[in-house]
């Protein structure tokens, strides 16, 4: 029988032996007697500053001799792996996958686990010649406005901070872990197995992603790239019957899957033109942060900070403060250890930012998104109605952003202890990683004043839980607005679009997900509902 120890605490150097030793008395047997015995699950616990720990998972076999009474607290048997899923015979054209981001990929490795080849289409270019657009647009700003940080091979997922935490709890999760590991498994991807918050890092997500690819066009599926959609073909009883791409061009199919991600604006504008399914939803906006990461393990790990083995340290805070008599929700987003801001905009004029990190997060600094939700009542308050107010409303400051930054791509930015104190002030800024460069400018030009409010009054809880985070050391970066998709598209049961069959909604973009992980589930649920409909 297999077993898993659960939250085993651990010292800093406490060795293997000692933990396996400890798991054996916790099942009630002798170290000698467990077969296979290895930690499957790594977490660092910093909730008590000062005395960082891990907090580990142990795996291991007993004989079929040993006692099989109640388990002991705190100890679940494992469960056998999943068996693969049952194939099926592919009926007609193969399916369309607009998008090649996770929910996209995932959505063709689901259908290609069930015998189903598919098209998957994406309007950048593959993974490798992706990346020399992202250094242009590290280097001055110089924005291809197809191929960028969201659009091509691997989505907005692959030049990310690769961080594959997701609260979903859902059993598929596993799956896109593994898949990942698998994929980077050459380049030491493996630890990600036993990462209680796995980060890849975006110097390995691209050889991930390519490897995924390579596996699935070696299965038959066929992967065109800079193929833009630009609208959906409809038979005379208004199923989907393929897709109309840029320059003219068609596809016959009677199952389209789009997974445009949160950016994939001309598609959500589509919709709302055809009125087909379309809702604005809330999502969360604001402005990266960023601080000397010697200073964030010095409030996180207290006299520990430095040791060797202790990572980069990160943190997670969320406020609730009321303003204007009405709570809202303000809390730190994607937060990148060791990482550099990058600009994430997919338009010309507009500029929004990001985080990512390396796999070694080696960097100086730490910066998270601060972020306060955004609701439908926000938009029409700055003027913006229907199924597109949410997309008008991040275009506004996103515009905002980029003219207070001055152009190619600069970032407005000021230091957080002002923008704290509702004080603007000239002289220099802090460093930053922040490249193509920042403007020191008043960011109280940004968002609605409930939105500012809200983060203000955050501040001061973020405070007392980070002692020294509001300091003049932080920067405060303007702006953060593509936390998740501004609209959703409705589909109905077996994951399909009530109002137009045959397509199926997915991932971040069509409102389903949002993060690599949860998008990438939401390719499998949805790869699983066609195999489901054709079986
Ligand atoms: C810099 C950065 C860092 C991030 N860090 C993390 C992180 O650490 N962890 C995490 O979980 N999430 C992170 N995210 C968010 C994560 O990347 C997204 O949530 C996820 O990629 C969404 O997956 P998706 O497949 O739904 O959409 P996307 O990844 O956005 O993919 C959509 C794809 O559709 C294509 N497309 C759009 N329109 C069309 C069209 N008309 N025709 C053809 N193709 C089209 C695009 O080119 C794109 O490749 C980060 C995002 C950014 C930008």
């Known amino acids: 029988m297999r077993l898993r120890v659960l939250d085993l605490p651990s010292g800093l150097d406490e060795p293997t032996s000692a933990v ?26 910093a909730r008590k500053k000062g005395h960082p720990r891990w907090i580990l998972a ?83 700003g110089t924005l291809d406005a197809e191929s960028n940080f969201n659009f091509g091979e691997g989505g907005a997922g692959a030049y990310t901070d690769g961080k594959l935490g997701t609260r979903i709890g859902h059993p598929l999760v596993r799956n896109v872990v593994e898949t990942f590991a698998l994929h980077g498994r050459e380049k030491g991807l493996d630890r990600i197995l036993t990462e209680g918050k796995p980060h890849v890092g975006s110097d390995l997500l691209p050889a991930a992603v390519e490897g995924l690819r390579e596996r699935l066009t070696a299965g038959g599926v066929a992967a065109r790239f800079s193929t833009r959609v630009e609208d959906l073909l409809l038979d005379s009883r208004g199923r989907v019957a393929g897709v109309r791409l840029a320059g003219g061009a068609t596809i016959e199919t009677s199952r389209v899957i789009l997974a445009p991600g949160g950016s994939g604006r001309e598609i959500f504008e589509l919709f709302a033109r055809r009125g087909w399914g379309l809702q604005a939803k809330p999502f969360a906006a604001g402005f990266r942060v960023e601080h000397p990461q010697a200073l964030v393990d010095r409030i996180q790990y207290g006299a520990a900070a430095g040791r060797e083995g202790l990572p980069p340290a990160d943190y997670r805070l969320a406020e609730n403060p009321r303003v204007d008599g009405q709570k809202r929700g303000v809390w730190s987003f994607c937060m990148c250890p060791g990482g550099v801001i990058v600009p994430t905009p997919t338009e010309a004029g507009l500029l929004c930012t990001n985080g990512m990190s390396s796999s070694a997060r080696g960097g100086k600094r730490a910066n998270a998104g ?35 930054g001055g152009g190619a791509c600069r970032a407005p930015a000021m230091r957080l ?114 195999a489901a409909e054709m079986g």
């Open 370 to 404: 601060l972020v306060v939700a955004v609701g439908i009542e926000d938009f029409a308050r700055e003027g913006f109605e229907g199924p597109l107010a949410g997309l008008a409303w991040q275009r506004k400051w996103e515009q905002a952003a980029a003219s207070l």
């Open 20 to 45: 396996l030793a400890r798991a054996a008395e916790r099942l009630g047997v002798s170290p000698e007697r467990l077969g296979d015995a290895r930690i499957v699950r790594r977490t660092l616990d």
């Open 58 to 140: 142990v795996e291991a076999s007993l004989p079929d001799d040993a006692r099989v009474g109640p388990l002991p607290r705190g100890v679940v048997p494992v469960e056998p792996a999943p068996l693969p899923p049952a194939p099926v015979r592919p009926r007609g054209a193969p399916p369309v996958i607009v998008g090649a981001g996770p929910a996209g990929l995932f959505a063709a490795l689901g259908l290609l686990e069930r015998g189903i080849p598919s098209i998957l289409v994406d309007r950048g270019k593959p993974v490798a010649p992706r990346r020399l657009d992202v250094a242009a647009l590290l280097r001055d």
């Open 417 to 530: 202890s002002d923008f704290a104190a509702g004080r603007s002030r000239a002289g220099a800024l802090p460093a930053s990683s922040y490249r193509p460069g920042l403007t020191a400018a008043d960011l109280s030009a940004l968002f609605p004043e409930a939105v500012r409010a809200g983060l203000r009054a955050a501040l001061e809880g973020f405070e007392r839980k980070m002692r020294g985070f509001v300091t003049e050391e932080a920067l405060l970066v303007g702006v953060e607005t593509r936390t998740s998709s501004p609209v959703r598209i409705a589909r109905g049961p077996g994951l399909q679009s009530d109002a137009l069959p045959g397509l199926y909604p997915c991932g971040e973009g069509a409102g389903w997900a949002g993060g690599i992980v949860s998008s990438a589930v939401d390719g499998l649920r949805v790869a699983e509902a066609i």
